[in-house]
């Protein structure tokens, strides 16, 4: 069982909670994500881990999009229940793959890199972007989550670096680079309750919430309400 199946089977549904409430706050991570892509006639993408398949609103409506998590708190209705170490599709089916924001809870990344990337066609793509080492976001996650979420939060990041000794892996990387993805909130109010809930906060207040987020990632007020500065490490393979 991987970290990302015992943490989800306690976390899902408050996790899904926030994200319906607060569908927009991550609206510039998921943008950035399916930048770039042409969606063409036929054009069939894999999204896994999915959590609640939150990736469909911002993918075509006509576009054929399959559904896959690892845990059972997601995988209800068209999501599917997978593993990560044998995904379980036909090699070359899809025309993309993307995950986002859940391969550092894995034991083994480059065995779900190497999956991802058999089920992807000739010419097609594997997309991901996760929390880079050493940033802000990593402090967030693995200090201040793991110290105020009961299960705690112990996340294996990344670096530019990440896969030098994976040359099956590394041949296959075209670009890779950090991005700036702000959450974005109409108020305070709203971003406590959105990160309560989305990392499971339960063992701190309002106050301490909102003190762990400015002091650590910082807010900022601009004209389309309250961003809370965050960022990830975009990684793009190219299967040849």
């Given at each position: 069982?991987?970290?990302?199946?015992?943490i989800f089977?306690?976390?899902?549904?408050?996790y899904?909670?926030?994200?319906q409430?607060f569908?927009?706050?991550?609206k510039?991570?998921?943008d950035?994500?399916?930048?770039?892509?042409?969606?063409?006639?036929n054009?069939?993408?894999?999204?896994v881990?999915?959590?609640?398949?939150y990736?469909?609103?911002?993918?075509p409506?006509?576009?054929k999009?399959?559904l896959?998590?690892?845990?059972?708190?997601f995988?209800?209705?068209?999501?599917?229940l997978?593993?990560?170490?044998?995904?379980p599709f036909?090699?070359?089916?899809?025309?993309a793959v993307f995950?986002?924001?859940?391969?550092h809870?894995?034991?083994d990344v480059p065995?779900?890199?190497?999956?991802?990337l058999r089920?992807?066609k000739t010419?097609g793509?594997?997309?991901?972007?996760?929390?880079?080492?050493?940033?802000?976001?990593?402090?967030?996650?693995?200090?201040f989550?793991?110290t105020?979420?009961s299960?705690?939060?112990?996340g294996?990041?990344?670096?530019?670096?990440?896969f030098?000794d994976f040359t099956?892996?590394?041949?296959c990387?075209s670009?890779?680079?950090?991005n700036?993805?702000?959450?974005l909130?109409d108020?305070?109010?709203?971003?406590?309750t959105f990160?309560?809930?989305?990392?499971?906060l339960?063992?701190?207040t309002d106050?301490i919430?909102h003190?762990?987020?400015?002091?650590i990632?910082g807010?900022?007020?601009?004209?389309?309400?309250?961003?809370v500065?965050w960022?990830l490490?975009?990684?793009?393979?190219k299967?040849?």
């Amino acid at each position: 069982m991987n970290d990302y199946q015992i943490i989800f089977q306690k976390r899902a549904a408050d996790y899904h909670y926030a994200m319906q409430q607060f569908p927009e706050a991550r609206k510039y991570e998921f943008d950035n994500l399916f930048s770039g892509i042409n969606f063409e006639n036929n054009f069939h993408l894999l999204d896994v881990p999915s959590g609640g398949g939150y990736s469909r609103n911002y993918i075509p409506k006509n576009k054929k999009v399959t559904l896959g998590d690892f845990s059972e708190g997601f995988a209800i209705d068209e999501i599917k229940l997978v593993t990560p170490e044998k995904l379980p599709f036909e090699s070359n089916t899809f025309d993309a793959v993307f995950s986002l924001s859940g391969m550092h809870h894995l034991k083994d990344v480059p065995q779900f890199i190497r999956e991802c990337l058999r089920v992807t066609k000739t010419g097609g793509c594997f997309i991901f972007a996760d929390v880079k080492k050493g940033t802000s976001v990593d402090v967030f996650l693995n200090e201040f989550v793991n110290t105020y979420n009961s299960l705690g939060h112990k996340g294996d990041f990344f670096q530019e670096t990440s896969f030098k000794d994976f040359t099956d892996i590394q041949s296959c990387i075209s670009n890779c680079q950090y991005n700036d993805y702000p959450f974005l909130f109409d108020n305070v109010s709203e971003m406590i309750t959105f990160f309560k809930l989305f990392f499971g906060l339960d063992k701190a207040t309002d106050s301490i919430i909102h003190e762990g987020i400015k002091n650590i990632l910082g807010i900022k007020t601009t004209s389309k309400g309250i961003e809370v500065n965050w960022g990830l490490l975009l990684f793009q393979l190219k299967k040849e």
